[in-house]
Protein backbone atom coordinates (compact mmCIF):
# COMPACT_ATOMS: atom_id res chain seq x y z
CA UNK A 1 0.00 0.00 0.00
CA UNK A 2 2.47 2.35 0.99
CA UNK A 3 4.51 1.28 -2.52
CA UNK A 4 1.58 2.34 -4.40
CA UNK A 5 1.39 5.36 -3.23
CA UNK A 6 5.35 6.47 -2.94
CA UNK A 7 5.11 4.62 -7.00
CA UNK A 8 2.09 7.42 -7.72
CA UNK A 9 3.95 10.28 -5.79
CA UNK A 10 7.58 9.31 -8.13
CA UNK A 11 4.94 9.16 -11.13
CA UNK A 12 3.14 12.74 -10.88
CA UNK A 13 6.31 14.05 -10.22
CA UNK A 14 7.63 13.09 -12.83
CA UNK A 15 4.74 14.06 -15.38
CA UNK A 16 5.09 17.73 -13.62
CA UNK A 17 8.68 17.54 -14.18
CA UNK A 18 8.17 16.47 -18.13
CA UNK A 19 5.64 19.53 -18.17
CA UNK A 20 7.74 21.68 -17.23
CA UNK A 21 10.74 21.36 -19.30
CA UNK A 22 8.51 22.24 -22.51
CA UNK A 23 9.34 25.70 -23.61
CA UNK A 24 7.21 28.24 -22.74
CA UNK A 25 5.74 30.86 -25.31
CA UNK A 26 7.06 33.77 -23.42
CA UNK A 27 11.07 32.39 -23.38
CA UNK A 28 10.74 32.08 -27.08
CA UNK A 29 9.26 35.23 -27.54
CA UNK A 30 12.07 36.88 -25.57
CA UNK A 31 14.74 35.05 -27.42
CA UNK A 32 13.15 36.51 -30.95
CA UNK A 33 12.54 39.85 -29.64
CA UNK A 34 15.78 39.97 -28.42
CA UNK A 35 17.18 38.36 -32.12
CA UNK A 36 15.33 41.70 -33.74
CA UNK A 37 16.58 43.96 -31.89
CA UNK A 38 20.11 43.11 -32.27
CA UNK A 39 19.97 43.20 -35.89
CA UNK A 40 18.88 46.46 -37.31
CA UNK A 41 17.54 45.35 -41.16
CA UNK A 42 14.85 43.30 -39.13
CA UNK A 43 13.76 46.58 -37.58
CA UNK A 44 9.87 47.07 -38.13
CA UNK A 45 8.82 43.12 -37.38
CA UNK A 46 6.66 42.16 -34.59
CA UNK A 47 6.73 38.77 -33.39
CA UNK A 48 3.82 36.72 -31.42
CA UNK A 49 4.07 33.08 -30.37
CA UNK A 50 1.63 30.54 -29.80
CA UNK A 51 2.94 26.69 -29.17
CA UNK A 52 6.22 27.13 -30.65
CA UNK A 53 4.86 28.62 -33.90
CA UNK A 54 6.16 32.04 -34.33
CA UNK A 55 4.29 34.76 -36.09
CA UNK A 56 5.58 38.04 -37.15
CA UNK A 57 4.36 40.84 -39.22
CA UNK A 58 5.07 44.52 -39.52
CA UNK A 59 6.76 46.48 -42.73
CA UNK A 60 9.96 46.11 -43.84
CA UNK A 61 12.52 47.62 -46.24
CA UNK A 62 12.86 45.01 -48.80
CA UNK A 63 12.40 41.04 -49.45
CA UNK A 64 15.64 40.27 -48.55
CA UNK A 65 14.83 41.62 -44.95
CA UNK A 66 11.81 40.09 -45.09
CA UNK A 67 13.68 36.93 -46.30
CA UNK A 68 16.57 37.60 -43.98
CA UNK A 69 13.76 38.07 -40.76
CA UNK A 70 12.00 34.35 -41.44
CA UNK A 71 16.00 32.69 -41.37
CA UNK A 72 17.09 34.27 -38.23
CA UNK A 73 13.62 33.75 -36.40
CA UNK A 74 13.66 30.26 -37.45
CA UNK A 75 16.87 29.31 -36.61
CA UNK A 76 16.40 30.31 -32.93
CA UNK A 77 15.71 26.97 -30.52
CA UNK A 78 12.51 25.69 -29.60
CA UNK A 79 10.85 27.66 -32.93
CA UNK A 80 8.70 25.09 -34.57
CA UNK A 81 7.59 27.12 -37.38
CA UNK A 82 7.81 30.59 -38.49
CA UNK A 83 4.95 32.40 -40.45
CA UNK A 84 6.31 35.60 -42.25
CA UNK A 85 3.02 38.26 -42.44
CA UNK A 86 5.92 40.89 -42.92
CA UNK A 87 4.96 43.50 -46.05
CA UNK A 88 6.98 45.73 -47.48
CA UNK A 89 6.82 48.55 -50.49
CA UNK A 90 8.21 47.87 -53.83
CA UNK A 91 10.32 51.28 -54.69
CA UNK A 92 8.28 53.32 -57.08
CA UNK A 93 8.94 53.47 -60.84
CA UNK A 94 12.05 55.30 -62.21
CA UNK A 95 10.47 58.48 -63.26
CA UNK A 96 9.51 59.22 -67.26
CA UNK A 97 11.82 60.91 -69.05
CA UNK A 98 11.16 64.28 -69.47
CA UNK A 99 9.37 66.00 -72.61
CA UNK A 100 12.60 67.19 -74.00
CA UNK A 101 14.12 64.04 -74.73
CA UNK A 102 11.21 62.08 -76.36
CA UNK A 103 12.84 60.96 -79.50
CA UNK A 104 11.49 62.71 -82.81
CA UNK A 105 12.68 61.87 -86.39
CA UNK A 106 14.87 64.98 -87.52
CA UNK A 107 13.57 66.67 -90.72
CA UNK A 108 16.16 65.32 -92.96
CA UNK A 109 14.83 61.40 -92.02
CA UNK A 110 11.11 63.10 -92.64
CA UNK A 111 12.14 64.37 -95.81
CA UNK A 112 13.92 60.91 -96.84
CA UNK A 113 10.99 59.46 -96.09
CA UNK A 114 8.32 61.52 -98.26
CA UNK A 115 10.83 61.95 -100.96
CA UNK A 116 10.90 57.72 -100.89
CA UNK A 117 6.44 57.98 -101.51
CA UNK A 118 6.90 61.02 -103.90
CA UNK A 119 6.43 58.45 -106.64
CA UNK A 120 4.02 56.71 -105.12
CA UNK A 121 0.39 57.95 -105.80
CA UNK A 122 -2.62 57.28 -102.86
CA UNK A 123 -0.31 56.99 -100.02
CA UNK A 124 0.49 59.51 -97.24
CA UNK A 125 2.68 59.86 -94.54
CA UNK A 126 2.43 61.53 -91.02
CA UNK A 127 4.83 61.38 -88.59
CA UNK A 128 4.50 60.92 -84.35
CA UNK A 129 7.63 61.05 -82.68
CA UNK A 130 10.14 58.53 -84.14
CA UNK A 131 7.11 56.49 -86.17
CA UNK A 132 6.10 57.09 -89.52
CA UNK A 133 2.68 56.44 -90.42
CA UNK A 134 1.29 55.41 -93.52
CA UNK A 135 -2.07 55.31 -95.08
CA UNK A 136 -3.67 54.87 -98.47
CA UNK A 137 -4.27 52.02 -101.25
CA UNK A 138 -0.86 50.34 -103.00
CA UNK A 139 -0.33 47.32 -105.11
CA UNK A 140 2.00 44.92 -104.00
CA UNK A 141 4.97 46.06 -105.68
CA UNK A 142 4.40 49.55 -104.42
CA UNK A 143 4.27 47.84 -100.72
CA UNK A 144 7.75 46.43 -101.31
CA UNK A 145 9.40 49.46 -102.45
CA UNK A 146 7.51 51.30 -99.41
CA UNK A 147 9.23 48.50 -97.17
CA UNK A 148 12.23 48.92 -98.60
CA UNK A 149 12.74 52.49 -98.42
CA UNK A 150 11.22 52.35 -95.06
CA UNK A 151 14.48 49.47 -94.26
CA UNK A 152 17.16 51.87 -95.54
CA UNK A 153 16.03 54.98 -93.68
CA UNK A 154 16.01 52.87 -90.54
CA UNK A 155 12.11 54.24 -89.73
CA UNK A 156 9.90 52.78 -87.18
CA UNK A 157 6.70 52.50 -88.93
CA UNK A 158 2.94 51.72 -88.90
CA UNK A 159 2.25 50.55 -92.44
CA UNK A 160 -1.53 48.48 -91.08
CA UNK A 161 -3.76 51.63 -92.33
CA UNK A 162 -2.06 50.52 -96.19
CA UNK A 163 -4.61 48.64 -97.96
CA UNK A 164 -3.92 46.26 -101.07
CA UNK A 165 -5.54 47.93 -104.51
CA UNK A 166 -7.46 45.25 -105.74
Known amino acids: MKLTKVVMGVVVA ?35 VKDGVVTITG ?3 D ?13 IKDVKQVVNNCTFTPPPPPPAPPASLT ?23 T ?8 AGDVSKADRMKIMQM ?4 KVKSDVSKLMDKK
Open 127 to 134: FDGEKAIL
Open 59 to 61: EMK
Open 14 to 48: ATLSFASCKPKDGDIKEKVEAAIKADPMLTGAVAD
Open 103 to 125: TVLDAATQQKVKDGLKDIKGVTV
Open 150 to 153: LASA
Open 63 to 75: SACKALCEKTIGA
